[in-house]
């Protein structure tokens, strides 16, 4: 059920806002604890509701931002916070509280922290298993979004979180910078974050779901590597690198038997939208397909007989392929 649209790209208004919003101090009813999250107009603060001692994440939103009242920008959030709530995979919005200067979105709280930390090493690194178990959770919750004509055009580890350290599940969050696509919508501006971002963001060509895709490919290559595929010295060369869209999978990094990951990760980085892999195609591949959540307490894995993207060939055996 898609909500009415104040503008082709916005959902939501302040009388289409499902729950209520508080217009009470937040800390009457939460006790603050220390900031977990920072964005450029938002803080995020560990908190516990006082009457239950749940601990819960307040995001605190400034309403105007380089003098421009944003606060339609922050009504499409909690629109497509409120649209999402039901997804186990997608962070749930608790309570809604407005003072003269900013909204705090009560959300829910996953404490196992953003996969980032796995990812680099200041956490246990993921295993190749630990890495379909967890990617196909993050699909799962991308194909509820896409399903609904939402693209969310900031998918990276830093915003895809676990609710535990050990064996955690996963909880996408920040739709600051989502869009609702609707047929006569063509966006063209920079978004996102340069490893992560689409080539057609940069050229600035229209976006789609397929946008989301090519930053699923990088999360995914991440998760499994700790390397950021298109990694340059500067921005600029990382950029540059995207555009290019050349992907390779050095022996360092990736094991030769690996040829069903490497396979959809090419799937995910074609350079043309059009050419890209759904979500939903994503979560039919051998790498995902095969495989039953743990706690099935069956896992099949189909042998992937040696497909493997012709690209991937021409890519691995030229001298093209340049690590930047
Ligand atoms: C333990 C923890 C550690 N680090 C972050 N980082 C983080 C990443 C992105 C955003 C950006 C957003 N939105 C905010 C915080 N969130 C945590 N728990 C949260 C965070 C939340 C909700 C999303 C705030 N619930 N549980």
Redesign the pocket.
Known sequence: MSKALLSPDRLGSVDEIRGEVFKVPWQNFFTVEDT??R?KF?I?K?CVEKSTGKR??A?CIRKRRHCRDCTQDILHEIAVLELSSSHPHL?DLYQIYESSTEFV?I????????IFDYCVGLKDAFSETKVRQLFRQILEAVDFLHDRNIVHLDLKP??I?LTDEKDGDI?L????LSKHLSENLEIREILGTPDYVAPEVLNFEPISTSTDIWSLGVVCYVMLTGVSPFLGETKIETLMNVTTGVVDFPNDLFDEKQTACKDLILKMLQLDPQNRVTAKDCLQHTWLSGFLSPHDGVERFAIQDNVFHDNAKNLLSSKKCSRS
Do not use: M, S, T
């Open positions: 977990i999250g964005g938002a995020v560990k819960f994440a995001k962070i979105l959300l829910e709280y996953a404490a196992g922290g953003e830093q915003n979180l909880k969050v920040d739709f600051g």
